[in-house]
């Protein structure tokens, strides 16, 4: 059995195994380190890791898990390799965890996760997106979003083209399970891992990354973005089983998208009009969401 | 049981080369298959496919959207432990080639059937031979066979080798002429097979009671002395893989009754001209060999079976008593010339003697390479001192010329 410890502040039960002790050389503030350690807790002790080459390479140079390095493009059919030898060996119970980044995914990956999602591996494929190619320098990726600052949309031409929706193309697979989460809703996150674990076949997850290197804002504003990316709607606390039963958390408390937008230095170059396209395009994006989901609820 | 009796346990079957791997693969008891469809190799998993359906070979069969995830796919289930298997073919190759090297350069014995054909464009099948060997610096092991039944033999030896050494292998043969056209192949019973190659073993894999990592730096700072040292046991282990090789060969002929050579001499003892060549040029050559020593012509043949790790030195010591080498290549190192003449000009240099080199491109994009263009090969070399060039084309003309 696994031990666990309550952890008071959030009610979570959380287990006392470490498997993501100190040491990663990630930037300060990076959520996606952070919300690496915490699918490992849930998911040990049996879980294998692949990884591909993306920042995370730094989150995993001290796990106490068997990691299986692999290439940009492979993360999915690595990931398949290793369960397809689990399974031979008659090993049903443990886990495998595909841990990427957005080009990893959203890009250069895409058609090995569709076929391993076609296929409906038995994985659990997470995706911490930090909105770019953060490890080579902050280049564009297919995750970030229209009219950010990156070094391959450089001014006076920021990115014109909208973000990637990375959910509803794998919702299209109609895979067994589908979540999105933010490190500021660690209940959520948790309760979706535990799900997740409990799921089998092909499981993915979309996990907003706030980058405070690529994205310009101080490394101790990281959790306090991951929360602001959630109130002004921009980013969507999403569950979809089978592919077509949509659950959708509803924040609670909303806060303008101008105020997401202007505590990130990839925004600053954004003049009056240019927030209020993207506020209305939050909010007709927000209603095709909502009319997509069998469940609403708040958060 | 005496030698006599364990090789004659089996029974003969009309087979294709294409069906001869397949049979290869399953007799070594490959565990997971991930593979994708390219002439001319379909077949082959094809057969693995339906093997695994009906239940004659336990493995999981992956079929993948992409060669580069089928190597993906077998890189990592290796990683797990696993006995893995895949074919493929021109285009599939070269669309593989960055994860040979993840597979090469990280010690996975996978075992893959290469049929060889033509890399476009245009993307049509042909004949050529440019796919394989443009693959020699992936940190594979290569062996090309001439015969159906070798290609069957050679999966079984390649999984000892390879599990060996920690290398991976290609098993090479030619598109049409070997993987569609049916010899009788003698397909040894199971518990033979057993008997000469057991389950896999191996000490380390990816476990979750022990977090080892796979394919990984051991850190930025400390990578690049660890990591350099890792490159030349790659080297070290290829070295190891022609005497492993020898020793299997061996032990293959006490189970089966069947002797292979990492090279083979056809008339060579007295040969004042020696043919090099692979796969099906060198089985035609066998007969254009036997035409031209009734004739009188002192020739022979010399069949490079391992093509990596080359074995320099033994073909050396062969060819430096001929007054002059003949090869022939399917191929073009643009900018050089032909991959196996390449080699052999290599292999040549250190010899006591070095008899002039007579480098031959033919059956290229397509054209067939017939019994007269090897003929022509070695009398050529027969008649001249020298050749003219590093590459002398077999019925190919140059752009401006007739024909």
Known sequence: ?299 | MAIEEKTQRGTYELLSGAYSAAAGAMLSRAQVVAAYPITPQSTVVEKLSEYIAKGELAAKFIPVESEHSAMSVLASASAGGARTFTATARQGLALMHEVLHWAGRGRCPIVMAVVTASLGPPPDIAMEQDDAPGQRDTGWLQFYCQTNQEILDTIIQAYRIAETVSLPVMVVFDGFIMSHTYEPVFVPEQEVVDGFLPPRQTKFKLDPDHPWRFFASPGAVAGAPYMSKLRRRVQDAHEIAKEVTKEVQEEFYQHFGRRYEIFECYRTEDAEVILVAMTSVASMAHDVIDEMREEGKKVGLLRVRMFRPFPAQEIAAVLQNASKIAVIDRNVSYGRSGILALELRAAMYAAAKKPPIFGFIGGVAGLSLKMENIRYAIEYSYAHEEPEGEIIWLGIPAWEEQG
């Open chain 1, 1 to 299: 059995m696994i031990k666990t410890k309550t952890l008071k502040q959030f009610g979570i039960e959380i287990p006392e195994a470490e498997y993501a002790p100190p040491g990663h050389t990630a930037c300060g503030g990076c959520p996606g380190a952070a919300m690496l350690r915490q699918m490992l807790k849930f998911l040990g002790p049996r879980v294998i890791m692949t990884n591909p080459a993306s920042c995370s390479g730094y989150f995993g140079r001290a796990l106490e898990v068997p990691l299986c390095r692999c290439l940009f493009e492979a993360a999915a059919a690595s990931g398949t390799g290793i369960r397809a030898a689990l399974d031979v060996m008659g090993d049903k119970e443990t886990h495998v965890l595909v841990f990427a980044g957005d080009g990893g995914t959203y890009d250069i990956g895409i058609q090995a996760l569709s076929a391993a999602a076609e296929r409906n591996e038995n994985l659990i494929y997470a995706c911490y997106d930090n909105e770019g190619y953060m490890m080579t320098g902050m280049q564009r990726s297919s995750a970030t979003p229209a009219g950010a600052w990156s070094t391959t949309t450089p001014l006076p031409q920021p990115k014109r083209e909208r973000k990637k929706d990375i959910v509803a193309i794998m919702a299209a697979h109609r895979i067994p399970y589908i979540a999105t989460a933010s490190i500021a809703y660690p209940n959520d996150f948790v309760s979706k891992v535990l799900k997740a674990r409990e799921t089998e076949g092909m499981r993915f997850f979309n996990l907003l990354a706030p980058c405070p290197t690529g994205w310009r804002f101080e490394s101790r504003l990281s959790v306090k973005l991951a929360r602001m990316a959630i109130q002004s709607r921009l980013f969507a606390l999403v569950e979809v089983e089978d592919g077509i039963h949509w659950k959708v958390k509803q924040p609670k408390e909303t806060i303008p998208v101008r105020d997401y937008i202007k505590a990130q230095g990839r925004f600053s170059h954004l003049k009056e009009a240019d927030i209020e396209a993207i506020e209305k395009d939050v909010d007709e994006e927000w209603k095709l969401l909502i009319a997509k989901a069998s469940v609403v609820e708040e958060i």
